[in-house]
């Protein structure tokens, strides 16, 4: 993964126009770039595949945005960017990751629950859907503890 840049929005554009059903606009990603969030995308040879924000606040973070090319699913590359995420988070002493997802967006919460989050919360009616509304679950994550990355460093301390 590497640090996204201006140059690099149409392209995830792109990809969330296609894989999301209320996708992000340009000046959403562009907003995200301009407040120096944590914005990254996953290259392979020259073509962008996915994409991740991270929000950072005062000693936790919020994860805005995941997503990979439909091309490109069910290979790991979604767990892989996640776990990079929280990742970075954790080198910044973000020590709490929260996220929202629809409730019925099953691919993401199984993501996200075979990378150590949990259900923290529920907001009942918080996203448009073709139905109206539907939930947001509210999910949380220690990146102390969460299970994608092993503890490094000295063997016997
Ligand atoms: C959610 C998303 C990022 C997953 O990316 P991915 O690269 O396909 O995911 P991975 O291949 O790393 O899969 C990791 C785990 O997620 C779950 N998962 C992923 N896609 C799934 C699907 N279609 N159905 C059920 N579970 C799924 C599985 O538990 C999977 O583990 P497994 O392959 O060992 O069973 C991708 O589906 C996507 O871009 N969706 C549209 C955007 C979106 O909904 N983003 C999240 C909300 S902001």
Redesign the pocket.
């Known amino acids: 993964m590497r640090r996204m840049t201006s140059a690099d929005v149409d392209a995830v554009l792109g990809?969330?126009s296609a894989?999301?059903p209320y996708p992000w606009t340009r000046g959403n990603f562009s907003d995200a770039l301009l407040n120096g969030y944590l914005c990254y995308v996953d290259e392979q040879s020259g073509e962008i595949c996915?994409y991740a924000i991270l929000m950072p606040g005062a000693g936790e973070a919020e994860?805005?945005?995941?997503?990979?090319?439909?091309a490109?699913?069910?290979?790991?590359?979604?767990?892989?960017?996640?776990n990079e995420m929280l990742g970075l988070a954790r080198d910044r002493q973000l020590n709490r990751v929260f996220?929202e997802?629809?409730a019925s967006?099953?691919?993401?919460i199984?993501?996200y629950?075979?990378a150590g989050f949990s259900q923290v919360g529920l907001r009942r009616a918080y996203y448009q859907n073709a139905n109206g509304s539907e939930d947001a679950l509210v999910m949380a994550c220690d990146t102390n503890f969460f299970p994608g990355i092993r503890e490094t460093g000295d063997e016997n301390g």
């Open positions: 990809i969330e894989v999301q996915g994860l805005l945005t995941i997503g990979v090319a439909a490109a699913q069910r290979r790991g590359l979604g767990r892989a960017m996640l996220l997802v629809r967006n099953h691919a993401a199984a993501l629950r075979s």
